[in-house]
């Protein structure tokens, strides 16, 4: 078990690092946090869509987008609720991947994307980010499918990239748990929590967290 005095140090070190964002502090746990129930997951209905600003819309069965290529990343994530967790490992599939591989073709329209999740969770993101190596559909945590807490079988993920200050970084709330699908929009629309006030950005260093 780690003692208390870790924990701090570890933020200690962060911090030192430049890692820890204004107003975050570090957390050695994996908190869950989502607004509603874990939805269930079947197998043989799901499907992965994307829609909206593209030449043609795509549909994945669950066998299907274990067929995609997969990358894994290291990613610090920040929580609006204050809470920060360092060096998660994941896997999953990068939109930036299914762009080169000619699997996926926007329209030159598409400039936001909306995550669409089950249970009817949203949230937006400008599509620039969505193509940047901090974002992520996640299927696996530190070698793991992911939990249903988590967001089992597929989930948004969006964090900071050590050395990475070229890219931006919001707060975790932009990565949808559950993930269903991806909307490709010309005109920007708000999300669950950015229609509640919070930030449409929520960059993590200009700390951003409400309008
Ligand atoms: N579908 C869905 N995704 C969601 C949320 C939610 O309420 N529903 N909450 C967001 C928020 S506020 C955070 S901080 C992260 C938390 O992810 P975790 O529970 O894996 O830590 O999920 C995000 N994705
Ligand atoms: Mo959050």
């Not at 994530?77 to 967790?85: A, E, F, P, Q």
């Not at 896997?91 to 999740?117: M, N, R, S």
Request: include cysteine; aromatic fraction near 12%.
């Amino acid at each position: 078990m780690p003692q208390p005095t870790d924990r701090h140090a570890q933020e200690k070190m962060m911090e030192s690092e430049g890692r820890l964002p204004p107003g975050q502090s570090l957390t050695l746990k994996f908190p869950v946090l989502h607004y509603g129930a874990v939805p269930e997951f079947n197998p043989e209905t799901w499907r992965f869509k994307i829609w909206g600003e593209v030449i043609e819309e795509c549909s994945w069965t669950w066998e299907e987008f274990q067929e995609l290529p997969h990358r894994e990343i290291t990613l610090d994530i920040h929580c609006v609720t204050h809470w920060s967790k360092f060096d998660t490992a994941w896997k999953g599939v990068a939109v930036k991947d299914l762009i080169e591989k000619g699997t996926l073709q926007l329209k030159p329209e598409a400039a936001h994307v909306l995550q669409h999740a089950a249970g009817g969770y949203r949230t937006n993101l400008p599509l620039e980010l969505v193509l940047q190596d901090n974002f992520l559909m996640a299927t696996h945590f530190d070698g793991q499918p992911l939990t249903p807490d988590h967001g089992f079988p597929l989930r948004g993920m969006v964090g900071h990239i050590p050395e990475r200050s070229d890219l931006k970084t919001p707060y975790f709330w932009k990565g949808a748990k559950w993930l269903t699908g991806l909307e490709f929009l010309s005109e920007d629309q708000l999300g669950f929590w950015e229609k509640a006030g919070y930030h449409n950005e929520g960059d993590v260093w200009k700390e951003q967290r409400k309008r």
